[in-house]
């Protein structure tokens, strides 16, 4: 399957169901607490989207080719936890970093983000790592822009990391994203400038980099899911959806309170919304 152009009537669906996995984002915020069990975020999650929002949690039985379908709504990523974390019943406790990653079906179309959240008071080696990787993100979204390509994402994203003293984890990646949660093509965060597809006007994919504090081999938990860092270093990761706009972006994962972007994006490299 070549990569999909998108067409306004379609940006539109994946900009509103952007806007709920970033409102869902949000609505747990405050649940996110000393105490408080994954499973517990997972069910919250599940009944927001449900009740409230009426849209369908993509990762619930989610079963890529070979492997066991994901058995949660939601995914919670803490500490040395990189991807892809499952919701369990043991809690979170203060000085814990954990990624919360969802993503909502609306109208037939998929919206995909996550956040880091502190629980309680973090160590400023937890907390630099979350920031410096929330930037990388966002210098990989700066980026963006018709007739770049998707080596120039991967190369600002590595660069930052690595002159940070992080490394960026290899084996995963952002992706096309619209009627199907994962489509062509794969941002790699990691790469050289001018390699790879080059970007046109209607491209809908993620960038989602996970860093990590140590090195940047992983292991494959037995639950077939949860994929943790070899080194048990910590690891953050930080996932926004964007479209490719004819001067250069829009990112479609916002709500009320997502994070703003950081000082270096200037007005120019982010044009409003239409
Ligand atoms: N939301 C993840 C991503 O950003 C994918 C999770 S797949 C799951 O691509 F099955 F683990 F939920
Ligand atoms: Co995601
Ligand atoms: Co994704």
Redesign the pocket.
Known sequence: MPIQIKTPEEIEKLRIAGRLAAELLDYITPFVQPGVTTNELDRLCHDYQVNVQHSIP??LN?A?GG?MP?P?S??TSVNQQI??GVPNDKPLKNGDIVNI???VIKDGWHG?S?RMYCVGNVSPQARRLCDITWQALWHGIAQVRPGATLGDIGHAIQTFAETNGYSVVRE?C??GIGRK??EEPQVLHYGRPGSGVRLQPGMVF?I?PMINAGRREIRQMPDG?TVVTRDRSLSAQW?HMLTVTETGYEVLTVSGHTPPPPDFITATDAPPAP
Do not use: R
């Open positions: 993509a990762p989610y890529p492997h994901y949660k939601i995914c991807c892809h990653d969802v993503t995909d996550s995963f952002g992706h949660f994962h993620t989602e899911w996932e």
